[in-house]
């Protein structure tokens, strides 16, 4: 069964940086299109960004020319590298895989003012 490990969480001031990980067991990793998604308390889920099999990207509003999400096929493994982040961006993180629907088990992100 295919498991997601989030990991790189963490408590930054704002416009500091940090770079998430996406840790995927299994061997389904490269065809599946991955993404990212951040909830807080009281709101819906929302994607984040969402990269495919091959490597094309899309973004929120809310965090193009800051965000950036990479794969690496190789190590089963996705990244969201977040620059220049405000506190709105606080928030539980997640992986998801799209083609197998399963959710990572979130990471605390906390942008202090």
């Known amino acids: 069964q295919v498991q997601l490990v989030e990991s790189g969480g963490g408590l930054v001031q704002a416009g500091g940086s940090l770079r998430l990980s996406c840790a995927a067991s299994g061997t389904i990793f490269s065809i599946n299109t991955m993404g990212w998604y951040r909830q807080t308390p009281g709101k819906q889920r929302e994607l984040v960004a969402t990269?495919?099999?091959?490597?094309?990207?899309n973004y929120a509003d809310s965090v193009k020319a800051r965000f950036t999400i990479s794969r690496d096929n190789a190590k089963n493994t996705v990244y969201l590298q977040m620059n220049s982040l405000k506190p709105e961006d606080t928030a539980v993180y997640y992986c998801?895989?799209?083609?197998?629907?399963?959710w990572g088990q979130g990471t605390q992100v906390t942008v202090s003012s």
């Open positions: 998801y895989a799209f083609s197998i629907r399963r």
């Open positions: 990269i495919t099999s091959g490597g094309y990207p």
